[in-house]
């Protein structure tokens, strides 16, 4: 069963670092791109990138590059998510997702599955 | 960046009911537009890929046609279990947008 498994809520204060991982397993783990996706309290998903964990080529949503950083390890099946300086405006729930496509015509391409999600709260 | 406007924001229906989403795009994406439905508390799931290829396991009462700028979700025969908010994404392009989602509510 292909699943992906994020770790667990954090609260951090304005100005910390963070770090959110996503593991995962059932599958090749390199030959799947892995997307992060925000959602705010009560609002809507917001794609904030991916990253082909093969060669670690990584495409941001200008809304979030040079905000937060998307990185990988083989070694370990894992996906992170990171933050060098959180904001308020950071407190989210993240999801990740495996980007799935149709081989021969990649643009058709789908987040499937999700992790359960990351509560992330910043606060002073 | 493309945009992703839905309508209606939110709906009102009943059981049984025949219930429509429309995604418009801000510029072509051809047919490259998926749909996921998201309970409270839980993540959105995939529905339909490709404008109109149902996933594997969703029930058939779930349809999406569409290509170019404008698309549609159908949910025929509402179930219960479908009272939930529904998002399109296109995948045309980087950043792959969603749409602001469509609440569906029981009248």
């Known amino acids: 069963e292909v699943q992906l498994v994020q770790s667990g809520a954090e609260v951090r204060k304005p100005g910390e670092s963070l770090n959110i991982s996503c593991k995962a397993s059932?599958?090749?783990?390199?030959?799947?791109?892995i997307g992060w996706v925000r959602q705010m309290p009560g609002k809507g998903l917001e794609w904030m990138g991916v990253?082909?964990?093969?060669?670690?080529?990584?495409r941001y949503s200008p809304s979030f590059e040079g905000q937060v950083t998307i990185s990988a390890d083989k070694s370990i099946s894992t996906v992170f998510l990171q933050w060098s300086s959180l904001k308020a405006s950071d407190t989210a729930i993240y999801y990740c997702?495996?980007?799935?496509?149709?081989?021969?015509?990649?643009?058709?391409?789908?987040?499937?599955?999700w992790g359960q999600g990351t509560l992330v709260t910043v606060s002073s | 960046d493309i945009q992703m406007t839905q309508s209606p924001p939110s709906l009102s229906a009943s059981v049984g009911d025949r219930v429509t989403i429309t995604c418009r795009a801000s510029?072509?994406?051809?047919?490259?537009l998926n749909w996921y439905q998201q309970k409270p508390g839980t993540a959105p799931q995939l529905l339909i890929y490709a404008a109109s290829s149902l996933q594997r396991g969703v029930p058939s009462r779930f349809s999406g046609s569409g290509s170019g700028t404008d698309f549609t979700l159908t949910i025929s025969n509402l179930q219960p279990e479908d009272f939930a908010t529904y998002y399109c994404q296109q995948s045309y392009s980087v950043p792959r947008a969603f749409g602001q989602g469509t609440k569906v509510e029981i009248k």
């Open positions: 510029q072509t994406i051809r047919s490259y």
């Open positions: 059932g599958y090749n783990f390199n030959t799947y791109w």
């Open positions: 997702a495996r980007q799935d496509a149709i081989i021969v015509e990649p643009l058709a391409n789908w987040f499937d599955p």
């Open positions: 990253i082909d964990p093969d060669d670690s080529d990584t």
